[in-house]
């Protein structure tokens, strides 16, 4: 699995759900609280669908380390996020 750039806007790291694969987009989507579902206006226009890239981050890192742990097998888990200011 391939980790995506972050995107940044006035100093905000995030990336775009719809830039992931449909199943890991779907995996983190689960994974999300309020916190790290964000929306950033940019030029009049929303996009509603970011996350921070700390919180994908995070993400990624503990579900490349599950696939490892799993001889091979592809298996996507549930992980909760923390965010701290």
Do not use: F
């Not at 449909?22 to 689960?30: P, V």
Request: net charge positive; proline share 2%.
């Amino acid at each position: 699995m391939k980790k995506v750039d972050k995107n940044t806007y006035r100093g905000i790291n995030y990336i775009k759900l719809k830039s992931l694969p449909h199943k890991q987009a779907e995996s983190l989507r689960k994974s999300l609280t309020h916190r790290t579902l964000i929306k950033i206006i940019q030029d009049d226009v929303v996009i509603d669908d970011c996350v921070l890239y700390s919180a994908y981050e995070e993400w990624y890192e503990t579900t490349s380390q599950n696939e490892n742990s799993t001889n091979g097998k592809k298996q996507l888990q549930k992980v909760p996020l923390t965010v701290s200011k």
